[in-house]
């Protein structure tokens, strides 16, 4: 194990949680899950924590906005069994998700740029007709996933008479290309619905400017969580030096 910072300082498990606003149940969970160190004991059973167990909570707590639960409890449970590589393999790990987005982002904005904003757009050669296998290998997704959009009503195919295959017009084919897009960003089925009707009504792809800057948004404020977590982070890995 490593060496912790001596100190006389000792927290009851409330005193720790009330000063995170959290329950007493909650700490000794995470203490359990291995985010904070093993905590001393007192003749009685009685858990006894110290500011190392602080910061280590506070380093958690602030890990988790930027990068999610399950990885800010990795990088504290790495930490914690002295694997620092490793816990900074999981954080590259997150960031270079988190570089990805943003390239799903200016790729959206980008195939959003590249349709009119009239219905002259669903007829132009960017978006041929074609048939769900060659639109599912396009895009990069199974048949199974085009039809399950097919269910939620976000693409219309139409049935060819003589065959009963799925034919995608120019509009359908415009229409699995944003729900993609729009699911790599993070959207649900129930919240892209309403964006794709907008679009529909509309012809066109303004109503999804709105949907973007909140988009942006949510990018910006998780790169600033993840700044908040690594000196939250920094700030442990120093009283555990």
Do not use: C
């Amino acid at each position: 194990m490593g060496r912790y910072l001596q100190t006389s300082g000792k927290l009851r498990p409330v005193d720790l949680a009330r000063r995170h606003g959290l329950s007493t149940q909650a700490v000794r969970n995470y203490e359990e899950a291995g985010i904070l160190p093993a905590a001393d004991r007192t003749s009685s059973g009685y858990r006894v924590y110290t500011p190392l167990h602080e910061r280590a909570l506070a380093a958690f707590l602030a890990l988790v906005p930027g990068h999610g639960h399950a990885t800010a409890t990795a990088v504290m449970q790495a930490v914690n069994r002295d694997a620092v590589d490793d816990a900074f393999q999981l954080l590259d790990e997150s960031h270079v998700r988190l570089l990805h987005d943003r390239r799903t982002l200016r790729a959206v904005e980008d195939a959003l740029r590249g349709l009119a904003a009239d219905s002259a757009a669903a007829d132009s050669a960017s978006f041929r007709r074609t048939f769900i296998g060659p639109l599912a290998k396009e895009l990069g997704v199974r048949p199974a996933t085009l039809r399950k959009w097919e269910d939620a009503g976000l693409v219309r195919p139409r049935r060819d008479p003589v065959t009963g295959y799925r034919v995608y017009d120019p509009p359908d084919v415009r229409d699995a290309h944003l729900v993609h897009q729009l699911r790599r960003g993070g959207y649900l089925l129930e919240q892209i619905a309403p964006l794709i009707t907008q679009v529909r009504t509309a012809g066109g792809v303004e109503p999804l400017e709105g949907a973007l800057r909140d988009w942006h948004g949510r990018l910006s404020d998780r790169g600033r969580a993840m700044l908040r977590g690594a000196a939250a982070l920094d700030s442990y890995l120093r009283e555990r030096a």
